[in-house]
């Protein structure tokens, strides 16, 4: 069934968290938060190609394919659409799991978007964003493919548009829990309320922090010399979402690089570009405009 369909190769790009307040907790324990999510030119690639049956192949991916978040958004969409028909998915994994860069929500909202064209759903992006939810909180910040300014527990989406920077990323070797730093009793839940406006404002953003960065350096010795690493390094470091990978500005990828290239071998780490615009919208619009010039 194969023959004659071109594969589907689509990027699923990383975020940071450039803040993360904790701003209450829910009764029914969920924690509400404010955050900005910045997507990065950077992260795993799917491939996707019809076939009869759905298969994915995840061979960097620890654990059963049932587990995996690719397998989830598909067997979502076929159960919500009650769509029958098939795919063979690859997914190429580069960045870390646990690390707090968004994989795995990433690798699912490029599942979501791009079945949805391979099957030709016609599901609109609001649809798919309320499945995406299903399946995590920060899904629908990737389906919606805009950096932007999050708050509830991470689904009320304000797009955002920032001058592009490039940023030098470094995972300290393990993975964190985002539960087990959201269970901590140390960690700050009352954090007020704020705005993007306020974000934005020149010479605020020294005031926007990550509330769990103190926990995930009490609880985890590497993250804790990732970020006193990084910043002697550059004069900076930030952990991004829970961790446990930790980021700081750079002026030029040339910069990051020469960063990297000093890193201890245990860790390893990227230089990438935030971009406003997802690289998966861009690789979608590619894609149908192809279809539309076959066709």
């Known amino acids: 069934m ?4 071109p594969a589907l190769v689509l990027p699923a790009p990383a975020k940071l968290n ?14 509400t938060l404010q955050t900005l999510f ?4 950077h992260g795993d690639t799917l491939t996707l190609r019809p076939a009869d049956t759905l298969r994915l192949d995840a061979p960097d991916v620890p654990g059963p394919v049932e587990d995996n978040l690719v397998w989830r958004a598909a067997r979502l969409l076929q159960t919500h659409t009650g769509c029958t028909r098939g795919a063979h998915l690859t997914l190429e994994k ?13 690798d699912a909202a490029t599942a979501l978007l791009g079945l949805n064209h391979l099957w030709q ?6 649809t798919l964003a309320g ?12 389906v919606q493919g ?7 527990i991470g689904e009320q989406l304000t797009p955002v548009s920032l001058p592009p920077r490039d940023y030098v990323v470094i995972h300290p070797g393990i993975s964190v829990a985002t539960a087990h730093i959201f269970n901590d009793r140390e960690l700050t839940r009352h954090t007020p309320v704020s705005t993007v406006a306020a974000f934005l404002e020149p010479g605020t953003r020294k005031h926007f922090r990550n509330d769990c960065e103190p926990v995930a350096r009490r609880l985890f010795r590497p993250v804790a010399e990732a970020l006193d690493w990084l910043e002697k390094a550059v004069g900076e470091s930030h952990l991004t979402g829970t961790g446990a990978c930790i980021f700081a500005p750079v002026p030029s990828r040339q910069i990051g690089t020469s960063v990297l290239a000093n890193l201890p071998p245990r860790w390893t780490g990227f230089v990438a570009r935030s971009c406003n615009r997802s690289p998966l919208l861009d690789a979608l619009d590619a ?8 066709g």
Do not use: K, W
């Open 131 to 142: 499945l995406a939810l299903q399946l995590g909180a920060d899904v629908p910040v990737f």
């Open 18 to 31: 450039l803040f993360l307040h904790i701003t209450g907790r829910r009764p029914d324990g969920y924690h």
């Open 121 to 126: 759903l016609g599901l609109s992006p609001s």
């Open 38 to 41: 910045m997507l990065l030119d």
């Open 94 to 106: 580069r960045l870390p799991a646990g690390g707090g860069v968004g994989g795995g929500s990433s």
């Open 2 to 5: 194969t023959s004659g369909h």
């Open 287 to 294: 894609a149908t405009a192809s279809h539309c010039d076959n």
């Open 146 to 152: 805009h950096s932007a300014f999050a708050e509830g």
